[in-house]
């Protein structure tokens, strides 16, 4: 079953993954927890609706290299509910 999200690991050195991401209008990742710290470069402006794993949802708006980071640890899914891809850049700092 296709998500409508796809992901293309671009560098991975042990020490950082770098990941582009794309959601397709409709598509969704998955609910998954982010196991190291990361960082997010938008490369579109979009609106991805996130849910987390308790269950809230909150619009997230993202800009054009506008970056943002979370912790290790966090836990959600992203679903794009616009009729535009979404693309992003995920660095992951690994050890």
Known sequence: M????HSDVQIDTGHLRVTRWEIEP???IPMHRHEHEYVV???VDAVMHVRTAAGD???APIA???SYTREAGAEHEIENRSTGRIVFIEVERIA
């Open 2 to 5: 296709s998500t409508g999200a």
């Open 26 to 28: 409709g598509g969704i």
């Open 41 to 43: 470069v938008p490369l």
């Open 57 to 59: 949802e909150v619009t």
């Open 64 to 66: 054009t290299g506008q």
